[in-house]
């Protein structure tokens, strides 16, 4: 079975620009969640996506959104990027996200660097 | 809100060495608590975990118990080896606040010196 797969793996951009990231959860997966980690903040959750609806979300400006397609694949969206953006975000996958039982799977995650 | 707290680090060890990684936190819930640990390059997988007081969550010779009076959740190994350098992170979900919202404490750096 593949795990969560996320592309691109690394990325260069530049103030102002925009940037979208791609996961793909586990096959029968159908709650994605992403995560940013940076060496000052450390983790921190983002938002959560299931049956393509938002189903949580973190305390991150507007500037980052994300939606969820019927395939359970999953995009976030980073406009207008600033510096302090620069982060791996991590994707993480589950079968329904519904108790604190589930196992969270997580992808290798997208190096994100705003110049 | 709900946080996790965790010995800083570095830690740095001699193979064969007993490691001790403090976690506490604080959550207004009954949280669920994680361990996860990563590998340079990778993502976080998932070492152990306990859901209620008292239980003691184990993997590959890693243990922790949840202890709900001193509200903590140490990791520890008794023999520590060189593949088990790596980022070790503390974490609780709770159902309240959505059981996919885990927070994390800042992680520790283990390197183990053969």
């Known amino acids: 079975k593949a795990g969560v797969t996320q592309t691109p793996r690394y990325l260069i951009k530049t103030r102002g620009q925009q940037v979208t990231l791609s996961c793909s959860p586990i096959s029968g997966h159908r709650s994605v969640s992403w995560y940013q980690q940076t060496p000052g903040q450390g983790l921190q959750f983002l938002f959560e996506y299931f049956s393509e609806t938002q189903r949580n979300k973190g305390n991150f400006p507007g500037r980052f959104s994300g939606r969820q397609f019927s395939n359970s694949r999953s995009e976030m969206n980073v406009s207008t990027l600033e510096l302090g953006d620069s982060a791996l975000y991590l994707c993480?996958?589950?079968?329904?996200?519904?108790?604190?039982?589930?196992?969270?799977?997580f992808g290798s995650g997208t190096q994100l660097s705003v110049l | 809100g709900d946080s996790v707290t965790q010995m800083e680090g570095p830690v740095t060890l001699s193979e064969e060495a007993f490691l001790t990684i403090n976690c506490t936190y604080t959550a207004t819930g009954y949280p669920s608590l994680f361990w996860y640990v990563q590998y340079p390059g990778e993502g976080l997988q998932l070492l152990l975990k306990a859901t209620k007081a008292d239980d003691k969550g184990s993997n590959k010779g890693f243990e922790a118990t949840y202890r709900k009076e001193t509200t903590s959740f140490h990791l520890e190994k008794g023999s520590v080896q060189v593949s088990d350098s790596a980022v070790y992170f503390c974490a609780l979900s709770d159902l309240g606040q959505g059981a996919q919202k885990l927070v994390f404490g800042q992680g520790t750096r283990l390197t183990i010196n053969p």
């Open positions: 993480a996958s589950s079968l329904a996200g519904t108790t604190t039982n589930e196992k969270l799977f």
